[in-house]
């Protein structure tokens, strides 16, 4: 594990570790205006807001978060964030990986809130015991207390997480966007490639009109939205194991490592270099 390191831009600042063995990352950040543009993530998000106002779009709504009140993100959900006060808006969040999420949780049949068919009850929460439990894991990973620390806070948070998990049924989904599910797997199957509307239009046997209004509705963004999202986050994936960020960029379909760079630091606040240092050895 490496000390967490920080990167200031303006008046900004990201704060970010990642512990080697769990796979968890912790992001301490503080942002005025404007922090990233929409996103999304293949793991759990769990966090807290410590200071200000934190504003932020997800699933289809807006949302305000004020101190001492948790957020939860599901994988996949789209959310950006912004500082509506000019104090801007300071929070702490953990990344947890949807295997660990799986495996601790179904040792503990606690259900599986990183399956697709799971989703948190609310984006936001004012339990209190929950936002304890956060900041303590978070401590516990960012500031390097130690492996029992570690392990016993976070077996408390997915107790306490559990509470919040909401089970949709899976015929819901099966009969809700089945094409939709189809198109969305081409996009993982071929996301190094130069795809075009009129390949998937050919791929479903539906124009690219429709095509595009149904995957918007079923993801919450159009299909080359979803497609640069899926990049970014394979992209996060590579570099954390080391993998040159040029090489990077070819593999998951970028033009170039630049075109990845832009990107990555829109959605992430960090460059592809930056985001690598915090979670490897391997230098510039």
Sequence with gaps: MRTPHKETVNE?????????????????????????DSHDHDEVLVGITQQGLQRFNCHRAMHTSIPGRAILIEPGAVHDGHAPDTGGFTYAMLYLP?????????????GDVSAIEAAFHSTLTDDPLLSIAIQQAFFSIHHKEGRLARDQSLDHLISLLSRHISTRPQSLLDNASGQMNQLRDYLHDHLSLDIGLGELSH????????????????????????LVQLRLRTARTLLAQGIEPALVASQVGFSDQSHMGRWFKRAYRLSPAAYQRQCTNVLD
Excluded: C
Excluded at 12 to 36: C, K, M, Q, S, V
Excluded at 98 to 110: K, T
């Design 12 to 36: 900004d600042w990201l704060n970010l570790h990642r512990d080697d063995e769990t796979g968890i990352e912790t992001i301490n950040a503080h942002f005025r205006g404007h922090a990233y």
């Design 98 to 110: 949807q295997s660990w999420v799986s495996d601790i949780m179904q040792q503990r049949a606690l």
């Design 203 to 226: 791929q479903l046997g539906i124009d690219r009109f429709r095509l595009t209004r149904q995957f918007k509705k079923a993801f919450g963004q159009s299909p080359h939205a979803y």
